[in-house]
């Protein structure tokens, strides 16, 4: 044992480190996302956590760009799940 005493914090650890990669990213809109947001959606349908965690973006950006791709009819809420998610597929 080191000097230091160790702890797991379980399923927060990886929140954790999510978040600070998140925080280490460049603050700036990427154009290219939509077109990354449909590639995943077009192997299986996500909802707006699972798109922000493969993307390596805030779920309020992957929900707001969803939010436009419904709004340009390329994308459809294909399914509810549970804690009121919405799959998101493509039209």
Do not use: C
């Amino acid at each position: 044992m080191g000097e230091y005493p160790e702890i797991n914090l379980g399923y927060k650890d990886r929140k954790i480190k999510e978040f600070i990669n998140r925080i280490d990213k460049p603050k700036r809109y990427i154009r290219g996302n939509k077109e990354k947001l449909l590639l995943e959606l077009s192997k299986a349908d996500l909802t707006v956590n699972e798109l922000a965690l493969k993307l390596n973006m805030t779920r309020q950006g992957a929900r707001y760009l969803a939010k436009e791709l419904m709004n340009e009819n390329k994308i459809i809420v294909k399914s509810f799940v549970k804690y009121a998610a919405y799959k998101y597929g493509l039209r």
